[in-house]
C-alpha cells in the first residue's frame, strides 16, 4: 500500500467548550496520509485514476470550518470520514493539530492522530 501525505492544512474553526473559543475562533492545522495503490494512476498518468488531493483538502477544510463542535475527538473523526469518502483510500491517518488550545502553562502544540480503515460492507 502506498501513502500519500499532506502536511498543514491550516483551517480557521470555532471548535471548543468554551464560549470564547466558539465566539472567536481559532487555527487548527491537519496532517492526513492516506493509505491507497497508486499503480493505476502511474500507468494511465490521469488523475481520475488516483484521489485529487486539492479537492480533498477543500473537503477537509470545509469540514473543520463548518458546524462547531465541543471536543477534537469529533472533529477529527469527521475529517477521517471525509478522508474514506473516496472508495480507493483503504486507510487514514490524520493528526489535528490545535496549537493555541486554552491551557494555562506554557506549550507549543495540543495534537491528536487517529488510524481509521475502510469498513467492508457485509
Not at 493505476?40 to 473543520?64: E, F, H, I, N
Not at 470550518?65 to 472508495?87: F, G, K, S
Not at 490524520?94 to 506554557?106: F, G, M, N
Request: aromatic share 6%; hydrophobic share 40%; proline share 5%.
Amino acid at each position: 500500500m502506498d501513502e500519500l501525505t499532506i502536511v498543514g492544512v491550516e483551517c480557521y474553526g470555532h471548535h471548543g467548550v468554551f464560549d470564547f473559543e466558539r465566539r472567536e475562533g481559532q487555527t487548527f492545522v491537519v496532517d492526513l496520509t492516506l493509505g491507497l495503490d497508486t499503480r493505476p494512476a502511474a500507468a494511465s498518468d490521469a488523475l481520475a485514476d488516483t484521489v485529487d488531493y486539492g479537492t480533498l483538502v477543500l473537503a477537509v477544510k470545509a469540514a473543520v470550518e463548518n458546524d462547531p463542535v465541543d471536543l477534537i475527538e469529533t472533529l477529527i473523526q469527521r475529517v477521517a470520514d471525509v478522508c474514506l469518502l473516496d472508495p480507493r483510500v483503504e486507510w487514514t491517518r490524520v493528526t489535528l493539530h490545535k496549537p493555541d488550545a486554552p491551557i494555562d502553562a506554557t506549550f507549543s502544540d495540543v495534537a491528536l492522530t487517529i488510524t481509521r480503515k475502510r469498513t467492508t460492507s457485509p
